[in-house]
């Protein structure tokens, strides 16, 4: 099968889609496209008073969405490609955080959490992908930037749920990769520690994923936009995130020896 088009992922002159994008990482996604020059920027997210005044803050389109819902998402992608010719860049962005609660076993937390992450971190990139794939295949180039997390590339210590969806996550980026490069279809997954946000809200620097730092939004926004320039699937805000996922592979007894050492490290496991 030869390939096809492809996109060069410059913003500019770009539909771009942001879900989440009422605050946080999302926000700053969407306002750093629309200063790169992009042709629309469409933000969703599940607040829909909040996203409506985000959008008009900043000169964006908006859509209330509840990502767990497929219909919603396909709603939405049709109604944008509809008035706007197509998507470019699709960023599939929400995410929750939950802890596993006390005792602090890896199965404390309740199945309406995992449901909820499963649903959340996962389905939602999947309704994205479905929602956009034939309008992108038909053409040969589209762009998907899912923001998984660090959490999916090592793990998040005190939630389990968070790591296994996050895994899950970068998985499902890995496999539209693998089976849609020969289409044009471009892939990024978004993988930082902690950034400061809502949900690092009330944590002391983070907690255990802030070991290296707390990032800014407009950091992370900075990172993405080099990473799509560059085309690369993982785009790591953090750079230590790569040394510690070599670490992982080269042995992993030793890892997770280190990791709980650094459980230890917090009398709290989700260092609050």
Known sequence: KHVRGGIIMKIAGKVCVVTGGASGIGKALACRFIAEGA????????????VSAVASEIGAQSFAVDVRDESAIASM????????????LFCSNAGIIGVDGDPWWATGAD?????RMWEIHVMSHVYAARA????MIARGEGYF?????AAGLLAQIGSAPYSVTKHAAVSFA?????THGDDGIKVSCLCPQAVDTAMTAGTEGGGVAGVDGMLSVEAVAEAV???LDAESFLILPHPEVEEYRQNKARSYDRWLGGMRKLRRLFTDPVGK
């Open 145 to 149: 930037l899912n923001t998984a997390s």
């Open 77 to 88: 992608v049709s109604a944008v490609e509809s008035e706007h010719g197509q998507i470019d």
């Open 225 to 227: 936009i080099q990473g």
């Open 39 to 50: 042709k629309a920027v469409v933000i969703a997210d599940l607040n829909g008073d909040a």
């Open 132 to 135: 956009c794939l034939p309008a």
């Open 174 to 178: 890995e496999s539209l990769s693998i």
């Open 111 to 115: 199945n309406a959490l995992w449901q």
